[in-house]
């Protein structure tokens, strides 16, 4: 199987009800990640994060309105595979997740050791004894020492409890964690040290990592690959050394400039107005109401184009490229 | 620092603020009575603010910063020491005096989504504070709250009187919560953590959105943020707090430049910029994770964490407040 990525995704939609209307959180996203490879996804609030790992993982409310596309992992299409099969084969087994603001939904009467013991105790039927060996292996992997895997998350801070939620994604051992905010909530340093964590584990182990994130800065410590999302839709997507040092959208540019720096003396700009609401997003390129390059074409949906070997952007400027 | 606080005094201008040896412990109970302890949140700081100054106290979470900024507002009483605002002692205020205290201070608190109550539209949310403090004239609160709301840029003020908080985008929100520390016209703002809760892009909106109201009417402005990427481009001073006191203090550049304390080094060394190089180094972080404040190490606060302690002083005694450079302080042992 040489040469497929460990997963490939194409045009994932899903669309949620709502009161109002049909939401369209996650409208046609595509994209691979490979084995050992990081991939981050940027993108401001609301812009369908979170969704596109509910997506993938497919743990899904009950208001879906629309859920389509195609989900390759090693090559197999996963999405005709029965609720019963995906379980069995990919959920928490190929891929897992760290939910957003999961440190805060650790179950407060249960040992934080027996937690992390318990999918293996569940889905492999292992004796309560070695699943905890594991559980303090895998405490020892992200920095968390093993006297702790006696107590109750309450007895934690938070910058543990972030630590204890990523050994549970880690656990089963997964060929892909996807990881929503993970570090959002926590101070500089304790970020650091996870980010630390992180980079230890994916090349100890090979594992791949889907990095959702608003923040731009912490992003950089893991990213190889970067996919920024605006309203539903990926816009770009590259490598994080052309993505961080010369981003082509136009709304990659400006959440570029917007990102303050430490050793930087122009100020941090501001990108002016508001995503579109997802009840009803235009019907041309969905950025193009806050765009300073618009021109006549962005009143139609833009199409995908390929620049060079590994970079992908959703904007007519960039028509001179290929056509995905 | 010690020079730096009587030079200040005895300028022209003199602080708006002082604060001195201030101190904010916590008691914790079990079961309501047995006394275990004291949290201490806020543990013998001082400090000055000029008028007109734009500062930025940072820190990590714990630390004592809304301790702190709830102590500067009066909304905790001190264990110990005094603040200081235009030569008067808030503790030696009666009840009307400190109502006129509130008015001259302006407070953004921690937590948009919470500060805002859901069953009061915009003008009702705005009219409160005006109530409060005697503006009986309707037509009169209901212009200031108009001035107010442009003065954040929701413009035209009539499209937002009549919302209620849940109709507002986050970055509206803020805007509100900011009008409303502006509506009585103060002559200092405390703003807790204004833009932690925002989108990147909306952060440095709202950060330039204060700065400028801060310039135009020379507002003495204190932020509270842990985000040191930010402070440079909108506060002219730094103040860096770990476990309850004032580690470090200079003005932006010099403390980014050069900072002393190697809690502040650790700090500036643990920020990433985004370079698509981070992702193949390890980051250096001190080991551990701050202490508890309700049995804080002796000597430095830092030491048990710092990899330049000198055993028999750092564990033994607090660092006395040290000026190594020029106008710029630090408490650390290394610099006597
Ligand atoms: N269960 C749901 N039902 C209806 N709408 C939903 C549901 N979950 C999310 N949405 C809407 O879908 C859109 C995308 O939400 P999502 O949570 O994916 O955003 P996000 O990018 O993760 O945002 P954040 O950075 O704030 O976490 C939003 O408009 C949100 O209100
Ligand atoms: N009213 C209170 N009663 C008891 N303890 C308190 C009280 N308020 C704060 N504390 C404690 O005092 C310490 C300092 O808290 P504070 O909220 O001032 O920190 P902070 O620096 O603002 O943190 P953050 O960045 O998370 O907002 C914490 O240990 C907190 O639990
Ligand atoms: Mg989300
Ligand atoms: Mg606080």
């Known amino acids: ?324 | 620092m010690n020079a730096s606080i009587r030079e200040v005094r005895t300028s022209a201008t003199g602080p708006v603020l002082s604060v001195r040896d201030l101190h904010t412990w916590f008691e914790l109970r079990q079961w309501g009575f047995l006394r275990v302890g004291s949290v201490r949140a806020v543990d013998g700081v001082n400090f000055d603010l000029k008028a007109g100054e734009a500062v930025a106290f940072v820190g990590e979470s714990g630390c004592g910063k809304s301790s702190l900024a709830r102590t500067l507002l009066g909304l905790h009483q001190p264990t110990r020491g005094e603040v200081i605002f235009e030569g008067r002692s808030l503790g030696t205020l009666n009840a009307a005096e400190r109502k006129a205290y509130l008015a001259r201070v302006g407070y953004v608190q921690q937590d948009p989504y919470g500060a805002l109550p859901p069953f009061m539209d915009v003008r009702r949310i705005l009219h409160e504070p005006l109530i409060v403090h005697g503006v009986r004239s309707r037509a009169e609160r209901d212009k200031r709250a108009r001035a107010a709301l442009e003065e954040v840029r929701l413009s035209p003020p009539e499209d937002f009187l009549s919302k209620f908080p849940h109709m507002l985008s986050g970055g509206q929100q803020q805007r509100v919560v900011i009008a409303r520390a502006l509506i009585l016209r103060p002559a200092m703002i405390i703003a807790d953590e204004p833009v932690s809760m925002l989108d990147a892009s909306v952060r440095v909106e709202i950060l330039q959105l204060l700065r400028s109201i801060q310039t135009d009417h020379g507002l003495t402005l204190a932020f509270i943020t842990h985000d040191l990427s930010t402070v440079r481009h909108f506060a002219e001073r730094i103040f860096v707090m770990y476990a309850g006191r004032i580690v470090e203090q200079a003005e932006v550049n010099e403390l980014l430049n050069h900072p002393q304390h190697p809690y502040t080094q650790a700090l500036l060394a643990a920020i990433s910029d985004p370079d698509a190089d981070n992702a193949h180094q390890q980051r250096e972080v001190p080991p551990g994770e701050p202490p508890s404040l309700l049995k804080p190490p002796a000597g430095c606060r830092f030491h048990p964490r710092c990899n330049r302690m000198i055993a028999g002083t750092c564990d033994r005694e607090y660092p006395p407040d040290l000026e190594p450079r020029s106008g710029h302080g630090t408490a650390c042992w290394l610099y006597r």
Request: with cysteine; charged share 25%.
């Open chain 1, 1 to 324: 199987m040489a040469g497929e990525p460990l997963l490939r995704v194409e045009d994932l939609k899903l669309h949620y009800r709502s009161g109002r209307g049909v939401v369209r959180a996650l409208d046609g996203v595509s994209f691979d990640v490979r084995r050992n490879e990081a991939l981050v996804v940027l993108g401001e609030s609301g812009c369908g994060k979170s969704t596109l790992a509910k997506a993938l993982m497919r743990l899904l409310p009950r208001n879906i309105a629309h859920f389509s596309g195609r989900m390759l992992v090693d090559g197999v299409e996963t999405m005709g595979h029965s609720e019963e099969r995906f379980r069995r084969e990919v959920r928490w087994v190929r891929i897992s997740l760290v939910m957003q603001a999961a440190m805060n939904a650790l179950n407060p009467v249960v040992r934080v050791g027996q937690q992390v013991a318990e999918p293996l105790r569940v889905h492999r039927g292992w004796s309560n004894r070695r699943a905890l060996d594991r559980a303090a292996e895998v405490f020892a992997l992200v920095g968390v020492s093993a006297d702790f895997l006696q107590r109750y998350p309450f007895e934690l801070s938070g910058g543990m409890r972030q630590r204890v939620v990523l050994a549970m994604a880690l656990v089963t051992e997964p060929d892909l964690v996807i990881m929503d905010e993970p570090t959002s909530a926590l101070d500089v340093l304790t970020q650091a040290s996870i980010m630390n964590a992180l980079k230890r584990i994916k090349q100890e182990l090979g594992t791949s990592f889907i990095l959702i994130t608003h923040d731009v800065s912490t992003s950089s410590e893991l990213a190889e690959r970067v996919a920024l999302m605006y309203a539903g839709q990926l816009v770009e997507l590259a490598d994080a050394k052309d993505f961080f040092r010369e981003p082509a959208h136009p709304y990659s540019k400006l959440l570029m400039a917007s990102v303050p720096r430490l050793h930087q003396e122009e100020k941090p700009v501001h990108i002016p107005g508001q995503p579109p609401n997802l009840l009803d997003p235009p019907e041309g390129c969905r950025f193009a109401e806050r765009c300073p390059s618009r021109f006549g074409r962005c009143d139609r949906d833009p199409e995908t184009f390929r620049i060079g070997e590994r970079r992908t952007v959703r904007c007519w400027l960039h028509a001179e490229g290929t056509r995905t």
